[in-house]
């Protein structure tokens, strides 16, 4: 029996990760559950799943959740507060931490799943493109086993085969060719940008996920973190990775050796499939997941990514490039302008102004400390937040009653 923290388990991976180990419950079992405010959902997973621990951040809905839990008459232990998912991630009965919080809040609880060397189940990609460094140390040093859970980078992982050492080049690997579905706006002329709707960006053709990487596949974003993310899970350079467009999203990405030999893993888009690959690893379970229709899917096609549409994945590419603190300053800078845009506080082309303002006013540093990484994305997000307020009324346009 393996026990299982999930953080972030009422996200959208947290509850695919839950209905995985329901079909399995004879050999998986959740040990900790956490959550940022969502006491109503946890209360219902810590019903079904019966965890020893339910961590929330905020302490009115713990409170609430500690009260329905005495009710009900289970014997889950609520905690809460940040330094609670760092301990949920450490416990001894805990083999596998499912890393699924969104956004930089991730970062400390990943990083001490890596540091207590349990397996870890990294979807909080934040947290690599901040602290990769400092987390694949952390996995090296304590023989933590990371297996990536993005879908591409899981396809990677599995298309290597013999996974080598986390964070090395992997023998004979030429480059690697990452997908992106190119989010609902891949068509969208570019005078209409500026007038998309969050709900508009957050309705993604073929995945369904929380509402941040919504908005960052609609920027294509998420394809610049997760450039990042795979120079630091693979060991390769960001000019060793080709980004395609793949409206299917069907080839999760590929993998081309030094002979020609180019390898991809496909599937339904349904990420209880890489959920249940890295939960069984190196063995395979039943997920869940639909056979792949190939016949009906007919054909699959791929594309360039066009940068001047979508100049976030540009950004990106550059931090990649400058390296040191710069991937932590896109990060925050990102996180800021998204939540203002979400808010319908700045509209959908000044998430690259912002993002772009802050890499050209705040200096890369190389990132010598956890605190490094800390500092230069506090500086980023009070960066942000002074970028938006100066483009109130020049490009920040927000479309009247979206967020209603
Ligand atoms: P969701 O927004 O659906 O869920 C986020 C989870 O994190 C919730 O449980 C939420 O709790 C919790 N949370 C939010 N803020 C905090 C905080 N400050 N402190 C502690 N917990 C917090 O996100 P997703 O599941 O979509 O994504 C999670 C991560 O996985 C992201 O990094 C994303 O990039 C990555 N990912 C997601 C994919 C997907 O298909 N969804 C695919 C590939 C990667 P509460 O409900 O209480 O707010
Ligand atoms: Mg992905």
Known sequence: MRGVTILGSTGSVGVNTLDV???????LRAVALTAHSNDACLFEQCREHQPEFAVLIDPVAAARLRERIRVA??????LDGAAALEEAARLPATHTVMAAIVGAAGLLPTLAAAQSGKRLLLANKE?????????IESVRASGAQLIPIDSEHNAIFQCLGNPAVAGSRPQGLRRIILTASGGP????????????????????????????????SATLMNKGLELIEACWLFGVAPDDVEIVVHPQSVVHSMVEYVDGSVLAQLGNPDMRTPIAHALAWPERRESGVESLDVVRLARITFEA???E????LGLAQRAARDGGTAPVLLNAANEVAVQAFLECRLNFTAIAVVIEGVLNRVASEPVRSLTTV?????????????AIARLDGVVSDPVAGACA
């Open 374 to 386: 800390l500092d230069a994305d506090a500086t980023a997000r009070r960066a942000a937040v002074e």
């Open 185 to 216: 706006f891949l068509n969208t002329p570019a005078e209409k940008l500026a007038r998309v709707t969050p709900a508009e960006a957050c309705a993604h053709p073929n995945w369904v996920m929380g509402r941040k990487i919504s908005v960052d």
């Open 305 to 307: 990514p066009d940068l």
């Open 73 to 78: 008459g289970l014997k889950t232990q609520v």
């Open 21 to 27: 180990i329901a079909r399995h419950r004879d050999e």
């Open 127 to 135: 947290a690599l493109v901040m602290a990769g460094d400092l987390l």
């Open 309 to 312: 549409r979508f100049p976030c």
